[in-house]
């Protein structure tokens, strides 16, 4: 065969591959465009539109949305004056997320080194517990943690029945109770990665810290946590983004009345109307999660620098 | 099922004691007592005459060198090797210069900043010896750390070990299942089966006078031979064998036994029979096997045994070709009768 016929033929075979490559990668293409990349982009669109009066949007350019985060106009002079209401409602959020997150490693750790110091053949058993909510409706799972935690619930009437407290506590409608429901409800998001880390730990290396005159405390805190590490970090980012966006935990069993960033998004496309602020709002809560593990991520890349 | 029985043992200060034995024999359990890994059902554990049964490992002034080595996957070679002193609490600069010490010690100065994932299997023994010696431990407790080096490196770890162990001075207590490195190393020897201890005593001792048929056995090459005891008169006996031959044989020292009995020889005890010489046992020479110093002959006896020497040198007079009669002389003191 001649050269330029063996260029020729290495051409086809090459643009045959490419095209193969490319026909099989269309599924994931489509997938990614259909339920990502498309919902992101129309939701950046409408964030930028006016809202319409029964809501929806009429297309129409305005950043307003974004300046209603901040500020408040004056309904009579058009002036801007600051307005934290917003702005409370994301640290409110963000403090409730952080702290269901710490709640949930605080219980989620203990259950997982459990789990994970049980033989072989029990853990099955107990990882089928710790998934065992997820077989009912998340809404059917927040009802019943109302019935538990109401005045005249389970948790009132065993305390009263003891005798600690004589009136009931009201823990319904509280900050209280959407940390309890976001700790219930995130909890398995918890010591599910913290068993997957815990459970390839080596505990020659926990015997060896023993060894080497550690007492529990140390052994957890030099040994057991540093090599869990990567566990603790998946557990707590599965907790606190979804913990952040939380809506039917702080509806129910916080009565609505104290509202968290996915209550408020759901009023604008809900009673406000205002689809263009709710779309701003879903936009600056996606910004500050995806700033979060930027800067999470720049951190371990530096520490594993540091240490290889 | 116990996996240790009626252990008594009794370990010298700066000792090198090991405890051979093959593996399921109960070593490991005994060491991890030791360690405070595991309780005893019933016993004491006495560190210089104080009762530590009870203790935790953490606190026993005793360290472990664990077979896997168990280095800390998340530090570097000195953070390792701090780790004993920072949990003991000891100040920053005590720790910084005993760790350096220690680093000299095991010659792994250069790696001190190395993580431990990347070094060689022989460079993390060291860590892990420098590890466990950081807190000046009363008692070193070596769990086959040599198991997994290749066998140069296992040599020259063998004598290493022994010197730092002269060095620092420090009880080591080392548990294997290889007997040529028992013999080595140690200062004193228990040999261990099925959870029992069958004999203590110097490699010496327990190489030359082994008091147990299994102890004989696992330790280096041996001929048992069996046979009836007869006549004895101090530490001497006679034995007669199943074909009529009678020999000469040292018995344990106390020892009354009586009836059927084994008698050991070392290949290396025994010696060929020549120009006339008297034999002791006579046998057909069925195989010899050429090491280069010296030649295994594997006899067959007249009871049916086999019977190996070990012969080195010229043989006048001999034809050692298989099928040939050979004559054994057997030492009276080389002839041992075993429990």
Redesign the interface.
Known sequence: MSEESLLHARAVTARRERRTRQFLLAPAIVTILAISVLPLGITVIYSFLTPGTYGGVTWEFSADAYVQFLFEEDIFDGTLAFNDAYISIFLRSIGLALGATLGALLLGFPTAYFIATKPRDQRNFWLFVITLPFWTNLLIRTYAMLLIIRDEGFVNIVLMGVGLIDRPLSILYTDTAVFIGLIYTYLPFMVLPLYASLEKL?F??V?????????RW?VLR??IV??AKPGIVAGCILVFIPGLGAYITPELLGGGKKLMIGNMIAIQFGSSRNWPFGSAAALILMALVVIALLIYARAAGREARA?? | MRALDDVDIDIRENEFFTLLGPSGCGKTTLLRIIAGFELPTSGTVLLGGKDITALPPNERPVNTVFQSYALFPHMTVAQNIGFGLRMLGEPAGKIDERVSRMLRLVQMEPMADRRTDQLSGGQQQRVALARALAPAPKVLLLDEPLAALDLKLRKNMQIELKSLQAETGITFIFVTHDQEEALTMSDRIAVMRSGQILQVGSPREIYDAPTHRFVADFIGEINILSGQIGAASGDRAKVTLKDGTALEARTPEGWTGSGEVAVAVRPEAARLAVGGEAATIEGTLENLVYFGAASHLHLRLGTGEEFVIRHSGATPGLSLTPGARIGAVIPPDQARVLE
């Open positions: 080596d020659r290396l015997e060896a810290a023993y060894d080497l005159y550690g007492n140390q030099n040994v540093p090599l240490h290889g």
